[in-house]
């Protein structure tokens, strides 16, 4: 059995792509919530920003959306403003409108509503698997994981199924 073991020395640079090329640096979270729990991160490639690495304060923060707003972007890439609305998805929305999706999107993919879906899963699934299992070696996350909820979710929403490959694209880019 392969035991994985987080490699950063625990001072990695989060303002970096590169730092999580092979994972998220845990040892660096780990003092991070141990020493410095609100940590400042000064990036010169964008905004700088905070990390904030323990639960009970990012709960308070997830209430507070006058003070921590999702609304002006969670990307860390500098982007002109027509890019951010270009790009806006349901994660950068305040309340009430994150509310008011987050109830609709809850009712698509309940427990009952998601159960009528499970042959397909299953299906996107097997067709996802057959294709990546014949290369050999293949990245995990760019072959399966970007995948399946795309697709899935482009069916969901009614997409015909030669789109389905554009829409895996435009969600990883």
Request: aromatic fraction near 10%; glycine fraction near 6%.
């Amino acid at each position: 059995m392969t035991i994985w073991t987080p490699q950063d020395d625990g001072h990695a640079d989060l303002a970096s792509h590169d730092t999580f090329a092979m994972g998220a640096p845990h040892n660096t979270f780990a003092r991070l919530r141990r020493d410095d729990p609100l940590h400042w991160t000064e990036y010169a490639g964008g905004e700088n920003f905070w990390s904030v690495t323990r639960y009970d304060d990012i709960i308070q923060m997830n209430k507070n959306t006058e003070v921590f707003s999702s609304a002006r972007g969670i990307r860390m890439e500098d982007q002109s403003y027509e890019e951010y609305l270009a790009r806006r998805t349901f994660q950068e929305t305040d309340p009430p409108e994150h509310s008011k999706v987050r109830m609709k999107l809850m009712r698509a993919f309940s427990k009952t509503s998601m159960a009528q879906y499970e042959q397909e899963i299953r299906d996107i699934c097997g067709e996802i698997l057959d294709s990546v299992l014949e290369q050999g070696s293949f990245d995990a996350t760019k072959e399966i994981a970007r995948q399946l909820p795309m697709r899935m979710l482009g069916r969901v929403v009614g997409l015909p199924e030669a789109d389905l490959p554009w829409l895996v694209e435009k969600a990883t880019h």
